[in-house]
């Protein structure tokens, strides 16, 4: 307000106003002035790189007019604003979805065209913005667009890591981790050098008086860390709401750079302690459903937390409003329990800072959980908290005091389930329960599919159901954006799709794919249908075959499993299961072997870089395709790639190609899984167990357009139970002569294997791969079968695809909206 132009200046500003490019000569001109101006260079020397920062520039300057007259927009309507706090945000790639969403692509493809340039190579140049694990963080990623597809106000806020997820290359069948620089230059952000805010760590707490004269705990010394705003504009799809995305940087407060030591000739001291403050946004954890408990992660989530919330305050604050009405203007989403410690320092504001009553406990926190994996719930030493947040722990223990108090007024005499919900757990050392501080400060607690949201109140959560009620606790099954998983990873597929249900409408609105049902026995748009996607694995075989220098044959079925490497999302049984496949060809005479369906079985995803058994099964894969691939007796028969580095981008290349892809978590283990909605969106069926979204995929598109197999959740304790108790396993016949192959040599040194083996056979097999097996190589003896009919192998894609409405990210962002935000759109 301070900074704002008086009215007689400010003519000269709207009559000057900046508005980007509106067509194709405008598009060339912006290109070409920041070739010239810009990156300094011309056309002598403009090579793919710079067209594609240059055309970056060009969209960017458009985005961000757009984004400043939706956050004036947004602050005129002071309405109430949602603020999605995760410390993953896996955004891919920005300028295709730019294009796509501001409806420029095809301007930007004729003027790239007229300048020398092919579209597709200037996409191809960009880096991925890689702030994210898996799931966890695309799901972030398709929320903000969703998001501002709706015209929400929300901002998104996360931390700007130097360090990305790592670049996995394969060396000699092992996974090698490569740092992912990717800020080298990163049109996409604005630096906000003004916007900056000085957080606290280490240090004591005292009682004293506050300005007010009233008594108060005072948090003081320790160290100062300066977190600088980032701001990166998301786009909504047909509509001008530009929504932010502000990601956190750490730097050495301006006094820490000790200008003492820096003058008495400790240079390098004092460049370290600046160095140390930079650590903490560094680098991204690399682990996906595992939690490690590292110092630095803490400080890294109240660090983020802490400059989070005095952005969100400040700007409360400006409006002017009274606190009171704090919960009417604010809800905050903690996307997994990474952010929990935002309970904690709102609470820290209120009572500390701004001197307000404990109990004026708002309902501003929704908790969304991701996983029921003991390994992946987060605890924190009390010493380390202790240590790092004095005042907080205190804090913590109120909040826990006063919880325990009225669950003992609530059931007197239940010391057992005081025991069991106590934030603090009683072990030694005493640990932080993130999970259940976030139940107890969050108004609504959500899981991510039917499944999994039932599972939480049955096992990990069943005591504070019981003390907190049903109503606490809710489900919002996961989505995904169809404009990137659809629109920019498969235009051809898209168009086709649109000349049928009526224009691109239905990327606003999903459920009108079921138009699609009119058509599925269309023979023309069928094979228009299975066109689409020959073309689409035509592209990946050469994909495969200029980086793997493998030749599959597009005609074959390619079965993909590609996501994250854990034993719960089991790789291992598909690879067992090629292993099986390859023997079963290898005892054939050449007349049956002709017989069988050709495949190529394609694997992609990281391991995390200290998860050992997780880069056994990644080093298996990889020597099983080498003998395989070469096997002349085998030929196009069997093919297994192991494909490099799998990120967001490369799955909009894969994804599309599949004609069969793998969801075969040990029931009762994936939280949803956002990939399977991926795969059948694009006309591929899914081979599954009964977990996560898998179960609601089936119920909408129905069960014969899926291949299910293997256990229920409901029947997992007891196969786990009954393995335990026995002294050794027995093991599906089928399965054991897989292992005898491994342990003969066949795929290599057999040692190497030995734990993969080990677990399944001596230690109880808790994924249960030997329980699982043979139905899963029945279940794909059945897709081999239904591929063969290629006529109605594509009715049950169309099907599929015309049946999927229900799984856009747009519903879900409607369903949080109304049942956990309590918050309306914005009309433009
Ligand atoms: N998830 O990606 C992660 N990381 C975790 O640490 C915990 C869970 C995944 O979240 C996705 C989005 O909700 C789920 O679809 C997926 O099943 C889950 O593993």
Not at 457 to 475: A, P, Q
Not at 601 to 607: D, E, H, L
Request: hydrophobic share 40%; net charge negative; glycine share 6%.
């Amino acid at each position: 307000v301070e900074a704002s132009i008086p009215e007689p200046q400010r003519e000269a500003w709207t009559k000057n106003e900046f508005s980007g490019f509106k067509n194709k000569d405008d598009f060339e001109r912006e290109v070409v002035r920041h070739v010239e101006t810009t990156l300094a260079r011309s056309l002598y020397n403009c090579d793919q790189s710079a067209a594609y920062s240059a055309s970056s520039l060009a969209f960017r300057d458009r985005l961000i007019k757009d984004w400043n007259k939706t956050q004036q927009r947004q602050t005129f309507a002071d309405q109430k604003r949602i603020y999605y706090l995760s410390l993953e945000f896996l955004m891919g790639r920005a300028l295709d979805n730019a294009m796509l969403n501001l409806g420029f692509k095809d301007v930007a493809k004729e003027g790239l065209a007229e300048l020398g340039f092919q579209i597709e190579d200037i996409i191809g140049q960009e880096h991925d913005a890689a702030l994210g694990n898996g799931g966890l963080g695309r799901l972030a990623a398709c929320f903000l667009d969703s998001m501002a597809t709706l015209n929400f106000s929300a901002w998104g806020y996360g931390l700007r890591y130097r360090y990305g997820i790592f670049k996995q290359e394969i060396i000699d069948g092992y996974q090698v981790e490569v740092p992912d620089y990717w800020l080298d230059f990163n049109p996409w952000e604005f630096p906000r050098h003004d916007v900056t805010v000085d957080i606290q760590f280490y240090g004591n707490v005292r009682k004293g008086e506050n300005e007010n004269g009233k008594t108060v705990s005072i948090w003081e010394g320790g160290e100062t860390v300066t977190a600088v705003a980032y701001d990166v504009p998301t786009p909504g799809y047909d509509t001008p709401s530009t929504n932010n995305l502000r990601l956190w940087s750490s730097k050495a407060a301006s006094g820490e750079f000790d200008f003492q030591k820096f003058n008495s000739g400790d240079y390098e001291s004092s460049v370290a302690d600046q160095q140390r403050a930079e650590t903490i946004s560094a680098v991204l954890y690399p682990n996906d459903n595992l939690d490690r408990g590292k110092e630095l992660r803490v400080k890294q989530q109240y660090f983020w937390v802490a400059a989070s919330l005095y952005d969100i305050v400040r700007r409360f604050k400006k409006s002017g409003r009274s606190w009171n009405e704090f919960p009417d203007q604010v809800a905050i989403q903690l996307n997994d329990t990474h952010p929990t410690l935002a309970i904690v320092e709102l609470q820290r504001i209120l009572v500390d800072v701004e001197g307000l009553e404990w109990d004026e406990a708002w309902s501003i926190f929704g908790y969304t959980n991701h996983t029921v994996l003991p390994e992946a719930l987060e605890k924190w030493p009390v010493g380390l908290i202790e240590h790092l947040l004095p005042r907080h722990l205190q804090i913590i223990y109120d909040i826990n005091l006063f919880f325990l108090q009225s669950v003992e007024s609530q059931f007197p005499g239940d010391s057992d389930l005081l025991t069991r919900v106590s934030i603090i757990e009683e072990s030694q050392p005493k640990m932080v329960r993130m999970a259940y501080l976030a139940v107890v400060g969050s108004h609504k607690v959500n899981g991510v599919a039917e499944l999994h949201s039932d599972l939480i109140k049955t096992t990990i959560f069943k005591d504070f159901v019981t003390i907190f009620g049903e109503d606490k606790f809710t489900n919002v099954t996961n989505g995904v954006t169809p404009r990137r998983w659809l629109h920019q990873a498969n235009p051809r597929l898209s168009e086709l799709i649109a000349s049928k249900v009526g224009g691109n409408e239905y990327l606003k609105d999903l459920t009108l794919l079921n138009k699609l049902e009119l058509f599925v026995d269309d023979k023309e748009f069928r094979k228009e249908w299975a066109e689409i996607k020959y073309a689409n694995k035509v592209r990946l075989a050469k994909y495969i075959k200029s980086t793997l220098n493998i030749n599959v044959n597009p005609a074959a079925l390619f079965d993909v499993q590609v996501k994250r490497i854990h034993e719960y999302k089991r790789q291992q049984l598909n690879i067992y299961g090629v292993i099986h496949r390859y023997l079963t060809l290898k005892a054939m005479g050449p007349e049956e072997r002709k017989k069988q369906q050709p495949r190529v079985s394609i694997f992609g995803g990281k391991a995390a870089p200290g998860y050992w058994m997780a880069k056994q099964i990644i080093h298996l894969i990889n020597n099983v395709g080498s003998v395989v691939n070469k096997d002349p007796d085998i030929g196009d028969l069997l093919k297994v790639i192991f494909l490099e580095d799998y990120n967001v981008s490369k799955a909009e290349m894969i994804i599309p190609a599949s004609d069969l892809s793998e969801h075969i978590s040990t029931a009762g283990t994936e939280a949803s899984g956002t990939s399977n909605m991926k795969f059948v969106l694009n006309g591929g069926l899914i081979i599954g167990t009964c977990d996560g979204a898998n179960i609601e995929i089936t119920r909408e598109i129905g069960q014969e357009n899926i291949f299910l197999f293997g256990v229920l959740s409901e029947d997992v304790e007891d196969l786990r139970h009954a393995h335990a108790s026995k002294e050794q396993h027995v093991i599906d016949p089928a399965l054991t002569k897989v292992f005898e192959a491994i342990q003969g040599g066949m795929f290599g040194n057999p040692q190497d294997f030995n734990a993969m083996i080990s677990a399944v056979r001596d230690h109880g097999d808790f994924y249960l791969v030997s329980d699982d097996f043979q139905s899963y190589i029945d279940t794909h003896s059945s897709v081999d079968e239904a591929y063969r009919n290629q006529e109605e192998w594509v009715s049950m894609c169309i099907r599929s695809v015309a049946r999927m409405g229900f799984f856009s990210s747009d519903r879900c962002i409607n369903e949080y909206a109304e049942g956990i935000w309590n918050i309306e759109p914005l009309a433009v």
